[in-house]
């Protein structure tokens, strides 16, 4: 079956990416130039207050952020391989395969509109993959195998 294809794609490019992208949080950041040396060290240090007690820095917030998009990809990923091995009817999976397109496919918008080329291609590829599953899988059977 193709669909078996796309959706092992889909959940393997979305841990992937998760992999991928929580080994940022163990590279340390270093400027090329004084200019960038010294945004760093803004971003790092500089503390915003934001009210109710909270004192963040930018880093802080990218941090925040950025752990937000790694623990997506890889909740995402584990709930369509879990659902892929269970028992759940075709139906149901169509479902959660269209929220899955209509999620990453937003998010491919934010990466492509705000980030730089590597999320850019990550997510896209989550995106096709996740659409072509979709697509391809028969929602009126109601057993994956």
Same mark, same amino acid.
């Given at each position: 079956?193709?669909?078996? @294809?796309?959706?092992?794609? #889909? $959940?393997?490019?979305?841990?992937?990416?998760?992999?991928?992208?929580?080994?940022?949080?163990?590279?340390?950041? *270093?400027? /090329?130039? /004084? #200019?960038?040396?010294?945004? =760093?060290?803004? +971003?790092?240090? $500089? *503390?915003?207050? +934001?009210?109710?007690?909270?004192?963040?820095?930018? /880093?802080?917030?990218? #941090?925040?952020?950025? &752990?937000? =998009?790694? %623990?997506?990809?890889?909740?995402?990923?584990?709930?369509? %391989?879990?659902?892929?091995?269970?028992?759940?009817? *075709?139906?149901? =999976? *169509?479902?959660? =395969?269209?929220?899955?397109?209509?999620? @990453? &496919? /937003?998010?491919?918008?934010? +990466?492509?509109?705000?980030?730089?080329?590597?999320?850019?291609?990550?997510?896209?590829?989550? !995106?096709?993959?996740?659409? +072509? &599953?979709? &697509? !391809?899988?028969?929602? #009126?059977?109601?057993?994956?195998?």
């Amino acid at each position: 079956m193709l669909f078996r @294809f796309w959706i092992r794609g #889909t $959940y393997i490019f979305q841990l992937a990416t998760a992999i991928i992208h929580s080994m940022s949080f163990f590279v340390e950041q *270093k400027g /090329a130039n /004084a #200019t960038e040396e010294q945004l =760093l060290q803004l +971003m790092t240090q $500089y *503390k915003m207050d +934001m009210g109710q007690g909270f004192h963040r820095s930018m /880093a802080e917030i990218v #941090t925040s952020l950025s &752990a937000c =998009l790694t %623990l997506l990809c890889f909740m995402a990923g584990l709930m369509l %391989l879990v659902l892929y091995r269970s028992d759940v009817s *075709k139906a149901v =999976l *169509k479902r959660i =395969l269209l929220i899955n397109s209509l999620v @990453f &496919a /937003a998010g491919l918008v934010v +990466m492509a509109i705000f980030a730089f080329l590597p999320p850019v291609v990550c997510f896209g590829l989550i !995106t096709f993959c996740s659409i +072509m &599953a979709w &697509a !391809t899988i028969d929602g #009126t059977k109601t057993s994956i195998t």
